[in-house]
DNA sequence: ACCTGAACACCGTTCAAGT
DNA sequence: ACCTGAACACCGTTCAAGT
């Protein structure tokens, strides 16, 4: 039987979960479906194609359902659900980190957090730089989260704490919108 | 005569700017010195100890003698520091994200950013936090902000404005930190 | 349409041997 | 101490040819 793409993306997914990103290649990757490599290209126009396929895949399998009302909650909530997909998979977040740098997918959450965020009363001109500031801390604290608990899991003595709490940083981004938000509405 | 680290890091430096981070390849720093790729194992480790001394040399380039004396203006002041030392050089802000993520150097912002917080009367155990919070957002929007700088400069019809400003986001984050500063001097 | 086989133009790193 | 030469074990991508 003939591969499609999508025995491309789960095979991917899974050398990443097993491996690395390091160790996904497209070589590897044709490896494990007994194909050359030359066939991937059949499937995909590109390595990074795919790799944005992957990351999309590991947004869609940690979807959660919503229940925040308050914009303030909601922007938790999607920061959270983004914070634990990447989590859940090895090299997650510098896999979607990577892939939103490059414009190739993994646009979901910024689109989910400026959802929330002119929900807010906030002036819309600050909208995008609002989402984009919460996108960047999510990023930047689970690369460095993950990257501290793959290191204690592959040595080390065992679980020295975090060097930073995603909830406090979280906390200071919202406070900081939210100071805005109270601005605004006065100076109507 | 004999070639030295700081050689190694001089020729990195230049393919960086010229070429992009993708071009930094031990046999293009060696084929540059008129060297056989081995002969670059002699003065760095590997090629993430280069890729870490060439960060560091991009920051230290970048430093600029410090004014500000309240807390809040010296993070403003350090970030823009950073941002200005990465945009400086082609695919700087991804090079020292990297470096910092891999923990090979580049130190010296979160130090800095640590020191500024110190002084601010925030509780010294959310100071770390604090501190990665700002590194984060300022690392974040600089990839973007390069990124969408050079797609810019390599095509398009020129100038579209960018996604996010960066003196906007950066003041959501230190005015959250002020929030908790306030909220702790009350409490006591 | 889907795939093979071969090639092109590369990688980082190691190691014995030379001076 | 510093470097060469050769090797090892890889990369992403293209393209003519097969079925």
Known sequence: MSRTREDLVAVALRLL???????????????????????????VASKQELLGAVADEV????ARPRGAVTWDERVVEVAHELRDAMLAYRDGAELVSTV?????????????LTAALGDSGLDESLVPTAARTVLHLVLGHTIEEQT???????????????????GTGLGFVVDGIRARVAEGSTAM
């Open 17 to 43: 979960d097993a491996h690395g990103l390091a160790d996904v290649s497209m070589r590897r990757v044709a490896g494990e479906l007994d194909l050359q490599p030359s066939a991937l290209y059949h499937h």
């Open 59 to 62: 947004l869609r399998r940690g």
């Open 100 to 112: 939103i740098a490059f414009g190739l997918g993994a646009t979901q959450p910024l689109e989910d």
């Open 148 to 166: 501290h608990l793959q290191a204690g899991s592959a040595g080390a003595i065992d679980a020295d704490p975090l060097p930073a709490d995603f």
